[in-house]
């Protein structure tokens, strides 16, 4: 496999989606405190940008997941890896995912904090990927809609490489 990158979607299309995102969920948080939850480890560049283009007074809490072998697929066997630290139980919680792929990892979390009762509970993805979708999965603010191709950069890896581009890219 070739494992030279190219450009997909530019840090210039990326930075003008992350702030529409930032926009729309700041009409829709208006006077709340929400509590932003990222899926490490892909999400942490796009949670950086994120949280400072949304003006509002938010926390944030990470948890981690094991999906992915060494491989590209998801084995759909997902365990939590690192739990939260804060208490979600009333509070307005937002999913931060890098990629929705197959649907699996994130429909995983989103029961497993359903669970802890919180207030409200909405995703946040900056990319989603349908053609692979195994279960439904709702997103309420997403970035791009990606082909199914498999993209690294802007935090997002292949075998934990490539999370520095500055660009999401795609590799063949
Ligand atoms: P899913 O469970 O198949 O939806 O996969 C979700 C997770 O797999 C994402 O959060 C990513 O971490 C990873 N993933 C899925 N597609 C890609 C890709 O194209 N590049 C890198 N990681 C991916
Ligand atoms: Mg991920």
Excluded: H
């Excluded at 948080?29 to 994120?50: E, H, T």
């Excluded at 759909?76 to 939260?84: A, E, F, R, S, Y």
């Excluded at 195994?134 to 791009?144: H, M, R, S």
């Amino acid at each position: 496999m070739s494992s030279q990158p190219k450009i997909l979607l530019t840090r210039a299309e990326i930075n003008k989606a992350v702030a529409r995102l930032a926009a729309e969920v700041r009409r829709d948080y208006r006077g709340k405190q929400p509590l932003c939850i990222g899926v490490l480890k892909g999400s942490f560049v796009f949670m950086a940008d994120f949280i400072r283009q949304l003006e509002l007074p938010v926390e944030v809490d990470f948890v981690r997941l094991s999906s992915y072998g060494a491989g590209k697929q998801t084995s759909g066997n997902i365990t939590v890896v690192q739990g939260l630290k804060t208490k979600i139980k009333g509070r307005d919680v937002l999913v931060l995912e890098d990629i929705v792929d197959t649907g699996l990892t994130v429909s995983f979390l989103l029961d497993y904090l359903r669970k802890k009762v919180p207030a409200s509970l909405r995703l946040c993805a900056l990319t989603d990927k349908p053609s692979r979708r195994q279960v439904p999965v709702t997103i309420d603010y997403l970035g791009f809609t990606v082909p199914d191709k498999f993209i690294v950069g802007y935090g997002i890896d292949w075998n934990e490489k490539f999370r520095y581009l500055p660009d999401i890219c795609f590799i063949d």
